[in-house]
């Protein structure tokens, strides 16, 4: 199965700082239909899962612009670009172009 | 709008069976494809499989085959998962997502099951 490394497994941050989030895969996730099936999620405490970029770089709809994707191959990055208190909870990156799809382990973004 | 509606929570003993809905709305469910994740809670979302609601095709995740069977039922636009022989293990959370081109846009609120005697 494809690993999915997080980092940091904690983050820390004031109301307007700028963050970054890596994602590193053990293995390529260039699919052989030419996209790249890596997603990132966001899940506040007590909620589900809600999508916030797919395919590395493509903003799900209703998601402020604050968040971006970039990445290709086996490195990703999510950056904040100013948090908001509304984006308090933990960061997951998912990859769907291996079966069986994977996670990551989980990046928690705190107030400072 | 797109709305999934789960079952609610779940306490059932060691060695049963349980059977989670996934209750759909505001869009066509009998061309599309619906996935279910696991968490097991403070923990990651694992990925259990999924299901094409046009034909019943199914993908499961190895880990999950034999413990977790996926159906539809088209007529109600409802989603089913059969989870058998429940460990402590099982006790989790569970999602429903609907799959859209391995993207997954729309969640069920989830379902708690806890397993104990």
């Known amino acids: 199965d494809v690993v999915l490394t997080q980092t940091p497994p904690t983050l820390s941050a004031t109301i307007g700082q700028s963050v970054s989030i890596s994602c590193r895969s053990s293995q390529s996730l260039l699919d052989s239909d030419g996209d790249t099936y890596l997603n990132w999620l966001l899940q506040r405490p007590g909620q589900s899962p809600q999508l916030l970029i797919y395919?590395?770089?493509n903003l799900e709809s209703g998601v402020p612009n604050r968040f971006s994707g970039s990445g290709s191959e086996t490195d990703f990055t999510l950056k904040i670009s100013g948090v908001e208190a509304e984006d308090l909870g933990v960061y997951y990156c998912m990859q769907a172009t291996h079966a069986p799809w994977t996670f990551g382990g989980g990046t928690k973004l705190e107030l400072k | 709008q797109v709305k999934l509606q789960q079952s609610g929570a779940e306490l059932v003993k060691p060695g049963a069976s349980v059977k989670l809905s996934c209750k759909t709305s505001g869009y066509t469910f009998s061309t599309s494809y619906m996935s279910w994740f696991k968490q097991i809670p403070g923990q990651s979302i694992e990925w259990i499989g999924m299901?094409?609601?046009?034909?019943?095709?199914?993908g499961y995740n190895q880990k999950f085959k034999g413990k977790a069977t996926l159906t539809v039922d088209t007529s109600s636009s409802t989603a089913y998962m059969d989870l058998s022989s429940l460990t402590t293990e099982d006790s989790a959370v569970y999602f429903c997502?609907?799959?859209?081109?391995?993207?997954?846009?729309?969640w069920g609120q989830g379902t708690l099951v806890t397993v104990s005697s």
């Open positions: 395919s590395v770089s």
């Open positions: 299901i094409y609601a046009g034909d019943g095709g199914t």
């Open positions: 997502a609907r799959d859209d081109r391995r993207w997954f846009a729309y």
